[in-house]
């Protein structure tokens, strides 16, 4: 996937810093996914789609410091994971009444 995320980027600078960013947080963004969607698959989802996400916002993040940094990933993360969960429950049928 990595590979995929890196041809989206246009310098190797950009790529140098994303494969970093990647190699470091994936993980932990991983975790708050999953902590909120309790399913490894769409918190893979939340996870892929928060880096596209900072892909699309790549120069922010350049030049964010390190100590910044790991809250503002995992917060995208956590958010996408949010967001799957609500289309989630909206796609979920509605239960019987009696």
Do not use: C, W
């Not at 140098?16 to 991983?30: D, Q």
């Not at 503002?72 to 967001?83: D, G, L």
């Amino acid at each position: 996937m990595l590979m995929l995320y890196l041809q989206m980027l246009d310098t190797l600078e950009e790529k140098v810093r994303f494969e970093e960013i990647y190699l470091k947080y994936r993980n932990a963004m991983f975790r708050a996914a999953d902590g909120i969607l309790h399913n490894d698959q769409d918190a893979e989802d939340a996870v892929h789609n928060a880096f596209l996400k900072i892909i699309k916002k790549f120069s922010r993040f350049q030049n964010t410091p390190a100590q910044d940094l790991a809250s503002q990933i995992v917060v995208i993360a956590r958010n996408e994971a949010i967001s799957l969960l609500r289309k989630r429950k909206g796609d979920a049928p509605l239960e019987e009444q009696d």
